[in-house]
């Protein structure tokens, strides 16, 4: 299995791409990576890997990739004039067969515009989603769409969404009907913009999939969701505050214990406790969002990972390739899209997208790409 990588990249630059690659390439023997970005700088950073990294670092390839995505750049600025950046290559790679996956921890508005160029998306997707699984009580997961990719998102866009999470949850946990809701300020039904309210309505049509309802901000870790749906910006500000609850708590924890000696020692009876509570917690482990809908694996690291933050984002990519992402979500769209239909057929759901049920002008897709 061959992984490309965008090593470019991201807050830290190239060391933590490289480090988080080869400490991957340890835990996965068959693995390989394809490293994009400027040659000298990472063969230097392959040179200086610690000793128990070497062996990784010997079976990396370097393709050099002049041109840089900066986090400032507009997406449409990278479709113009980024062919050249690491990110491009990285997805040209992937689109041309030479890699199963690529990863990056670059700007997120260049990567989904570069890789809906590059790949396009599953037939029956209108716009690919970021997603990912975030920790929830009694050990579960929960997996939050989207994060990001689509602020301003219509009814259908959000059922879609919901598809593509129910999907994840069944094929990535073992889950025979995950439980699929939407975020919305309240349960009840009259709360929530019409999007929100719409596609309420339409999920409630879908009986092929576990639908609960609306749900709000403490249901996500409550452990009785498994799929929480919403659009980009509630869902990245509801990831980020949640991963800064997460750091905020596992560091007041530690402070108490540190504070005198009495708790000192309490501490160090409490040690194991404390570092599976970490664990469990941190933000580092749960690194790696997928972009769901792309003809093609794509993961999007954290611009602020670690190596070790790095490291889970590679190995989340190795976990879809092993399942074959694309392929069987494509199958899975194309199955239900007859049911839906035929239920349309039969009259009794609006097939229809929002924009031409309720007589609007269909959105711009072009004012949906963000930084």
Known sequence: MRIAIDAMGGDIGPRATVR??????????????????????????ISCLPRRFAAA???MEVVDASGLVGEGD???DALRHGQDSSMARMLACLAGGE?????????TGALMALSRRALGTVTGITR?????????RYGGRCYLLDLGANVDVPAERLVEFALMGEFAARHVDGLVAPRVALLNVGVEGIKGTA??????????????????GFVEGDDVFSGDVDVVVCDGFVGNAVLKASEGLARMLVERVQATFEAHWGSRVVGLLA????????AELDPVRYNGASLLGLDGIVVKSHGSATAEGFHYAVLRAVQEVSRDFPSRLAAEFASRRSFIDSL??????????????SGKPKDDDSQQEQR
């Open 20 to 45: 988080g690659a080869a400490s991957a390439m340890l835990e996965d023997r068959h693995l390989e990576i394809r490293l994009f970005g400027d040659r000298r700088q990472l063969d230097e950073e």
């Open 57 to 59: 670092g010997s079976r």
């Open 74 to 76: 507009r997406p449409s």
């Open 99 to 107: 890699a199963q996956a690529g990863v990056s921890s670059g700007n």
């Open 128 to 136: 690919p989603a970021i997603s990912t699984a975030i920790p929830t």
């Open 195 to 212: 999007s929100v309210r719409e596609a309420d309505a339409r999920l409630r049509e879908l009986t092929h999939i576990a639908y609960l």
């Open 271 to 278: 040690r194991p406790a404390l570092r599976r509570l970490k």
């Open 344 to 357: 349309a057929r039969a009259g009794r759901i609006d097939d229809r997208p929002a924009s031409v049920a």
